[in-house]
């Protein structure tokens, strides 16, 4: 029961509170089974008493404008909108930390990449990156224990790597809490591996959420309201333990005016349309048909492109694509959805109040046949604000409009960009995506674009520790630059090839190598 994982919940938070040992439990369970809701009540509770701060990440599939560790840093630090004049004495508070110190200068990068003003930091490799991510988590928990919430996690392969970070070092009072989606892990192999190791360390334990019990699913819905015998006997028949959709039916009921009282509570009113839905889907889909019904046909439009840009929606991206989707952006929006409980405001704009809500209004797009030109609205919006994270945002854009052409060379910038900022996990998982598009795509094998992914993967394999994987992508660019002209590539593959071999102390191969590979000359042909 829910008892049982709030009281896992709370020993846990307890453990962390009277020790300096970080802690993990993860929430496994399908969507609608209270996982994201156990969550955000800890989160919550606890900074309501004083025991701990909350911080959280979100995560989906196309990354949104605050998502994944950089959106936790960002929201935890407080610095959004602030130049590093203004920013750098409150970052270097809150890290205990002088102000000329490199770390203060790597945590901004890493919360804050686009931060006017901001003076450069390198960060070498994916083990580094996470350690300044952690220190910034020491510096925050100082007074009082985080509790660190990383929501869909299975989407979030840094944030995982992050806990996995912390747990395997023993040190700080952190509390992290993993939600899952059990759906949604199928198809993320990388994400599985990741919480099969967490799941293997000390001060780790998770809880899997399956539909209610029968018993604990009746005091929900009389907890909700008194309803009569053969009403709540319908709900319960239909809703099968999924408490979300028993929360969000009996609401809708109320809010329609479907519900009249009766001798032994309330009972539907007479002829009213009290339709059960087949799923959570259907309930979202009709809540938001309802919610639409009467409105402007833009209102339609523009809420469609919030869904695709995110579940955290940024004000200036919303406003840009409605632009260029020809629906504008309706003043009234946000309000009206924050009045409804559709969303709730953020500093830069405001959020979906759940991911399923925000599937239902995407779904729309889908099936009007609207959703390709507003990815490319949303392509397009992103590319005139630009930004640390529009390259990848956009090959995602493209790539669900259809267009490959568009998507293949934003997708690459981006795994470069990813690699180069210490995320190798994060470009392995972009340059997959893209080969992916490639291969569905029909592309030949004698095409540029496969060449481009295999120099960038062999980096990454390298750096992850893989030489062999990383050595056979090398010999396989130079094979294919050699059968297909690709010059650069067969440059840049005998270079690293020289690399590799004299790393391994093959000292005279690596020589060879290095003296077969093409010199460029101004004009950009080989000689």
């Known amino acids: 029961g829910r008892h049982e994982v709030r009281d896992t919940l709370l020993r846990a938070l307890v453990a962390v509170h009277g020790g300096d040992r970080p802690h993990i439990v993860t929430l496994r369970g399908a969507a609608g089974t209270g996982k994201s809701h156990l969550a955000r009540w800890l989160v919550t509770r606890a900074a309501e008493v004083g025991a701990a701060k909350g911080v959280w990440a979100t995560h989906d599939p196309m990354l949104g404008s605050e998502d994944g560790v950089q959106g936790l840093l960002a929201r935890a630090l407080g610095c959004t909108g602030m130049d590093w004049a203004t920013a750098c004495p409150r970052l270097g508070a809150q890290l205990g930390r002088a102000l000329d110190d490199p770390t203060v200068r790597a945590v901004a990068s890493i919360a804050y990449p686009d931060m006017q003003g901001r003076p450069a930091a390198h960060i070498c490799g994916g083990v580094e990156r996470l350690h300044t991510v952690a220190t910034a988590l020491y510096g925050l928990a100082d007074e009082r224990p985080l509790v660190v919430w990383l929501d869909d996690a299975q989407w979030g392969l840094e944030a995982l790597a992050l806990a996995q970070h912390v747990q395997e070092a023993g040190v700080g009072r952190m509390l992290f809490v993993i939600t899952l989606q059990t759906e949604a892990l199928i198809e993320a192999p990388l994400a599985v591996e990741r919480v099969d190791a967490i799941a293997g360390l000390s001060g780790s334990e998770s809880c899997t959420l399956s539909r209610l019990p029968l018993p604990e699913l009746r005091g929900l819905i009389r907890g909700l309201l008194q309803l009569g015998p053969s009403v709540a006997a319908r709900i319960e028949e239909r809703t099968a333990g999924n408490p979300l959709m028993v929360v969000q039916l009996i609401g809708d ?73 020809g629906a504008g952006a309706p003043a009234g929006l946000p309000a009206a959805l924050h009045e409804h409980g559709l969303a709730r405001p953020h500093p830069n704009g405001w959020s979906f109040t759940h991911g399923m809500l925000r599937e239902a209004v995407r779904g729309r797009a889908e099936s009007s046949g609207r959703a390709v030109a507003l990815h490319r609205a949303c392509a397009g919006a992103l590319a005139d604000l630009g930004g640390h994270r529009a390259a990848e945002r956009i090959g995602q854009h493209f790539l669900r409009a259809g267009d490959l052409d568009a998507a293949v060379e934003p997708l690459l910038e981006a795994a470069i960009r990813r690699f180069d900022t210490g995320q190798p996990h994060m470009a392995g998982h972009l340059l997959a995506v893209r080969e992916g598009a490639l291969v569905e795509g029909g592309v030949p094998q004698g095409h540029q674009w496969w060449g481009d992914g295999w120099a960038a993967q062999s980096k990454v394999e390298l750096e992850m520790g893989d030489a062999q994987r990383s050595m056979a992508l090398v010999m396989q660019l130079i094979d294919s630059s050699e059968r297909h002209g690709w010059t650069e590539h067969d440059r840049k593959g005998l270079v690293s090839l020289s690399r590799m071999q004299f790393e391994a102390g093959e000292v005279q191969l690596a020589v060879e190598n290095a003296t077969k590979a093409p010199v460029m000359n101004t004009s950009g042909s080989s000689s």
């Open 253 to 325: 009921w109320i809010q329609r005016g479907v519900l009249v009282a009766g001798p032994h509570g309330f009972t539907l009113a007479p002829g009213a349309d009290a339709h059960l839905p087949a799923g959570l889907d259907e309930v979202w889909s009709s809540r938001i048909a309802r919610w639409l019904s009467g409105r402007p046909e833009g209102w339609n439009v523009a809420l469609e492109v919030a869904a695709l840009l995110g579940t955290d929606v940024a004000e200036v991206e919303w406003e840009r694509a409605c632009g260029l989707a």
